[in-house]
């Protein structure tokens, strides 16, 4: 029977709740770090220097030593030699309790010496009742709990929790090995394993008892999924199946270009969701200047054809602004009126487009956050398009959800990244999430060069540009943005912007940073985009998301502080036109000798490879998946004992079983997601 938990002011459980130890099982699924052996007895005669070990033994003198430093030294026997243990700090009841022929177990380094064996600081229990069969776990714990009172409170945890079996025997899932031990039988082990069981399959998860927890755990994030997912199935949307000679068909007709195989592989995916009378949930995921927008485009003109609004979001102004001037590049002269919704607008200008978006006139609307405001009122929306969606949070994305009008309806979304998700984490974390990969990039693209450059030599990366301005090309250098200091930020783009003028005399070098108005921003961005500047100096790499095919060089100063999908996304700015491409990586090591081990691995990577996926798979790598995904800000509780590179078998598994658990016993999965997730079961909403 389940008790609400009585709110406490003692400490001690204050501080276990903020290790999340509230529940049972909480407390039974908080895992020893390591383990101590006490189970067996060295002798010091048989001791090795520098071993660890538990002596049995009869203390025959006990002193408190002032020399060098206060010091209680605790002498014992065990019959086969002698040995001092040394403490610094005590309590008196320790002093009373340690005194001749009181007999002890002390646990702890042994050192030879030259007086003979001592220990320092060992643990120290009176040698009463059996010796423990089971290793002694030892516990993440915070300061002020000691790891005695949390062994007590997990040994309670463990003993009530409710471990009912999720999977039982004759149920149509799967067989796996690791479901050969008993959840709770797994759970025991692994809080008090024997003796004889090997520390290293411990340590390194692969126990089968591990295996079982990492299965349930996977399990569970399954079933969650997949909860999520049915949920969204069973809300209606409306179904947008296009028209015979409608505008999807024009707009084909009028590309300047033909689409790669990829591109129509996933316009026909999105168009098969459209069509279906459920809301779409799909991630398009394609490498920079792969070509997402048109594909969006003409997702766009399918709801349109259906005489339905689309909303297409992007998460900055210049980002926003470029979309917008494609699309009516492209659907203006088809006849479609396009909405320009942002937060720097004149009211008049703002208010006017309300009015075309409530009234339906415009067909399109093109924005940053800005359309998720209260004001903003759609006519019949159906579509929505967020660009970059892991920039923006998980409320900011339900926001345009709700957008709909009618009531009981929910729009189709399209979700748009360059970042893309190694697989083991989209069939994991996003699993409840259509996917759609463009793996190809548009013909006609050469390979970017990539090099790392000391900064020491920024004399030679001038020179560069200066080769590339004279064949008519233009050149970016951005600077990086330092989160803590925007001053500094600020100094380093300006300082790099004078030397660039001074080095490069009649050529037009512009500036481009976060702290300037947006109306400068947009004029500094048209002269780049028209080729009336030669070199454009930036700090604001985020709204670098801009489309110059006459850009051929891009420099990164202090590369070692980006990360690596950021530095990726950065030099896919270059090589979208014929010239060949080059980007610069200049690093400092600033007073150390050499680059740190992960900013190398950054560095290297880029060097090594052009390929997103490649590029997703090695930041992974070097960063895991907390951090990975960190950017989603979408609650999505993470996994904390299941290691996606290793445990790809047991995710599989969890796939296929999920489906028929949820089915044959709905409560029994719902009871085992509240198990494992509690109250975290925020996933992906959105
Ligand atoms: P991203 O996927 O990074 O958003 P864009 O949609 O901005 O890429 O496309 C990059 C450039 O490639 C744009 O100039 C776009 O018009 C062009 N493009 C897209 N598809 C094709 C294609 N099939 N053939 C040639 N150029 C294309
Ligand atoms: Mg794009």
């Known amino acids: 029977m389940a008790v609400a938990p009585t709110p406490t002011r003692n400490p001690l459980q204050k501080a276990m709740a903020k290790m999340g130890l509230v529940r049972d099982i909480d407390f039974a699924l908080h895992l020893p770090l390591r383990y101590e052996d006490e189970t067996r007895i060295v002798r010091l005669a048989d001791a090795r220097e520098g071993q660890w070990a538990q002596i049995e033994a009869t203390v025959t003198a006990s002193e ?31 002093q009373k309790a340690w005194q001749p022929g009181a007999r002890v177990r002390a646990r702890g380094e042994l050192k030879g010496g030259f007086l003979g064996w001592t220990m320092m600081h060992p643990t120290v229990h009176a040698a009463a009742g059996p010796l423990p069969t089971a290793l002694t776990p030892v516990y993440p714990t915070v300061a002020g709990l000691p790891q005695a009172y949390l062994r007590k409170a997990v040994q309670g945890g463990l003993a009530r929790a409710e ?106 995916e999105i168009a098969q969701d459209l069509a279906r009378p459920q809301p779409m949930h799909r991630l398009l ?60 607008q004149k009211t008049r200008e703002r208010r006017a487009m309300l009015a075309l978006i409530a009234s339906g006139e415009a067909a399109l609307v093109v924005g940053t956050h800005a359309m998720i405001q209260d004001k903003v009122q759609f006519s019949n929306l159906a579509l929505t398009v967020i660009d970059e969606q ?18 009981g309806l929910e729009p189709h979304l399209l979700m748009m ?32 060069v990539t090099r790392l450059v000391n900064a020491a030599r920024r004399d030679e990366v001038v020179e560069r540009i200066r080769g590339q301005l004279s064949q008519g090309r233009q050149v970016y250098w951005v600077c990086p943005l330092i989160e803590e200091s925007e001053a500094l930020d600020l100094s380093n783009a300006t300082a790099t912007h004078e030397a660039l003028q001074a080095a490069l005399p009649g050529v037009e070098v512009g500036l481009l940073h976060s702290r300037m108005p947006v109306a400068d921003k947009k004029a500094v961005m048209a002269q780049f985009v028209q080729g009336a500047m030669g070199v454009l100096v930036s700090t604001t790499v985020i709204e ?18 980006f990360g690596l999908s950021q530095l990726h996304q950065l030099r896919g700015r270059v090589g979208r036109g014929a ?99 509690g109250t975290r079961t925020e996933y992906l909403k959105a």
């Open 285 to 344: 995921q394609g490498d920079v200047g792969s070509g997402k927008t048109v594909v969006a485009a003409l997702a766009a003109a399918l709801c349109i054809d259906s005489g339905r609004q689309c909303a297409l979001m992007a998460p900055t102004e210049i980002l926003a602004e470029q979309h917008f001037r494609k699309l009516i590049g492209w659907l203006e002269p088809l006849g479609i009126t396009t909405a320009w919704l942002t937060g720097s």
């Open 417 to 448: 990244t360059a970042t893309p998700i190694p697989r083991t984490l989209a069939m994991s974390y996003y699993a409840d999430l259509e996917v759609s990969t463009i793996d190809e990039l548009p013909p006609g693209r050469t390979p970017i």
């Open 163 to 268: 471990l009912s079996e999720t999977v039982a025997v004759g149920d149509a899932v799967p067989p796996h090995a690791a479901l050969a031990w008993p959840l709770r039988e797994a759970l025991q082990f692994l809080h008090h394993p024997a003796p004889a069981v090997s520390l290293q399959t411990l340590e390194d998860h692969s126990h089968p008892a591990w295996q079982r927890l990492k299965i349930e755990e996977l399990l569970a994030q399954q079933i969650s999924q997949l909860q999520a997912r049915r949920a969204r199935d069973a809300l209606a949307a409306p179904a947008l199946p296009g028209r015979a000679g409608g505008l999807h068909a024009r707009l084909m007709a009028a590309l300047p270009f033909r689409l790669t195989a990829a591109q129509q592989r996933v316009g026909a």
């Open 579 to 677: 010239a060949a491409s080059a980007c610069v990586l200049l690093y400092a090591t600033g007073d150390a000798p050499r680059l740190g081990e992960t900013a190398r691995a950054r560095l290297r990577a880029m060097v090594e490879t052009q390929d997103g996926f490649e590029i997703a798979r090695r930041d992974l790598e070097i960063r895991g998946p907390g951090e990975f995904l960190g950017a989603r800000q979408s609650g999505a509780a993470l996994l904390r004992f299941a290691d996606l590179a290793t445990d790809a078998d047991l995710l599989a598994w969890a796939r296929e079983a999920a489906p028929v658990l949820l089915d044959r016993h709905p409560a029994l999965a719902q009871r085992h997601v509240a198990r494992w997730f």
């Open 544 to 561: 670098v998301g801009v489309d110059v095919p006459n850009a051929s060089l891009m420099v990164i100063e202090h590369a070692e502080r």
């Open 64 to 94: 408190v030593s002032l020399r060098q430093r206060r010091q209680l030294l605790v002498t014992v026997d065990d019959g086969t030699d002698t040995c001092t243990l040394r403490f610094f700090s005590y309590y008196p009841a320790q």
């Open 390 to 407: 892991h920039r923006f949070g998980v409320a900011q994305r339900l926001a345009l959800r709700d957008k709909m009008a009618e009531a």
